[in-house]
């Protein structure tokens, strides 16, 4: 109840007489007496109303002057009544027991005035002491009643504020002070929240005497009286001016380094603002916030339909934002920004989301240079597989060629006949075409490895896919003296992929397998190459009896320039990883070191794909 003594400051105050000195004070009693005593005997005042003027006397000077003070003034006070109105008067004789009653009922109230007058001081002694401890703070504190009308206003709000205690006390605080609360809240609200919670704190923005601004964090506190019934508040307030300019300068700093500004959206209202950092990553003058409508018109028009579906989502009840997207600059050309927000929870005062928005240009065209040079490497990579399988190429063409030459001769011997078998001519001639479009296929399938052109998309028979890629290192499996088996499950659902890019990453993983088991002697070169099904993924198996690998290497397998091999680019798998993912699928890679190694990539069926 400390502070609840602050409302009953004009009393305390009150009674707060200046002690005078000893001497001085008995002297002052013993002429108040004195003057009591002769008024009352020359009015000729009954012994009652005698005895009440000395207990107004005695109750006077019990505030001036310490306990033992008060009870020797009663006791003069008793003599004075028993010697002058009491008879027989003149003398100290009671003929009477009422009174002996008188005398004992004026030193009991006597006593009792005198205990009661020096706790009330003792209480503004205690009162005038808190007071002043409280105005060696810094602290701006003062005391309102329910009325909001100030009670109490110490030293700290006087620096802080501006005006005296004498000019404050008596006003009503929010007017005085001329209060804005957070998030719209009015200062009625605020009043109510700490009534039903007992307490609230936040920030204020309160005006001074001078004129000028000032935020401070604030700390309201409910002061109950004995019966529990709420009487006022007390408010405990630090000015944050400074603290909030600095910590300003250094978020709009920090804003601007990482090109990230904030906002924040109140739905109801439609209201909307932001940083310096927003309005500059937007193109306006610091200070200037648009209307929703006016920056969804920025928005570049192939975004717009998803901007806006996002949009109506918050309206309609969404608590997140996360869109990434264009906006138009005046000049012509475009930024990639990348909004996030969330809605405030507890927010009394309607629907609001808070959030940042992310200039995040650089990084995209970073992205797309990226890719670019993925796209680059890759192309060389096919290129350098190529230069690998030349023998091999060579292989498959002379084999068409050759057949091509000998169905031909076999024509014209026919031919030379007399007479012609020309059956025999025409299944040379149909060989001879056979040939000739399996030498096609084949300089098709190589052009295509070599061109740099534009992934396209389609579905993509996996088993297929395989056998040409088997084909394609038959010349690398027979001169290592590698067997080779293939075990495609049948029927297998086509895949929605880049045929070359998928090419290329089987053929890179079987001569990876086959280089593995070039010093392989005691044992059996084997390379299967299996495909299946499974949970909407093809996976596509590729294993060797090689040497394997070890745990430690088995982490960074597919990080770039990192190799097994003393005259390996450490590119091979990096980009096979890459080319996966971009299918949204995933390579693994398992082996037992001695015995082999397994490389496993899996990828989503062409409708799995299609409905994603």
Known sequence: MVFHRLFRWGLTEGLGFARPPLVLLWLIGLVLLSLATAVCFRLGLTTSTAAFVYLAVIAML???????SSL?????????????????????????????????????????????????????????????????????IFVAGRDHVISYWNRGAEIAYGWTREEAIGKVSHELLKTVCPDGLSVDRVADIVLEAGHWDGELNRTCKDGK???VASRWSVEKNAKGQPVGVLEISTDITERKRVQAAYLAEAQRLSHTGSFSWRVDAGDFTWSEESARIYGYASGEAPAIAELMARVHPDD???VQRVYDGAVNGGETIDTEHRIMMPGGSFKYLHVVAHLMSG???????????????????????????QANLAHVARVTTLGQLTASIGHEVNQPLAAIVANGEAA???????????????????????????????????????????????????????SDCAALVQREIA?????????????????????????????????????AMADIEDRTRRLVVRSSLGAGMVTVEIADSGPGFTEERAAHLFEAFYSTKTDGMGMGLSICRTILEAHSGRITAAAVEGQGATFSFALPIAAACVNA
């Open 304 to 306: 717009r339909p998803m």
């Open 347 to 373: 927010n009394r005062e309607g629907r609001q989301f808070v959030g940042a928005l992310m200039d995040v240009t650089e990084t995209k065209l970073a992205q797309e240079q990226l890719q670019q040079a």
């Open 213 to 215: 601004g000032i935020v």
């Open 412 to 466: 014209l011997r026919f031919l030379r006949r007399n007479p012609p078998e020309l059956d025999e001519v025409r299944d040379a001639l149909t060989g001879m075409i056979a040939a000739g479009r399996r030498a096609s296929e084949i300089v098709k399938r190589i052009r295509s490895m070599v061109q740099k052109s534009t992934p396209v998309m389609a579905p993509v028979d996996i088993n297929a896919l395989l």
């Open 62 to 68: 019990s505030v001036m002057d310490s306990l033992v």
């Open 479 to 515: 001169a290592n003296r590698v067997a080779l088996r293939l075990e495609f499950s049948p029927g297998l659902p086509a895949i929605l992929g880049e045929a070359v890019q998928l090419q290329q990453v089987a053929i890179n993983l079987m001569v990876n397998a086959i280089q």
């Open 72 to 140: 020797v003034f009663s006791a003069i006070a008793v003599a004075l009544l028993d010697y002058f109105f009491i008879e027989p008067v003149f003398s100290f004789q009671i003929a009477s027991d009422a009174d002996a009653s008188t005398l004992v009922a004026l030193v009991v109230t006597a006593f009792a005035v005198t205990g009661l007058v020096r706790r009330v001081r003792t209480l503004g002694e205690a009162q005038r002491e808190q007071a002043r401890l409280l105005d060696l703070t810094h602290d701006a």
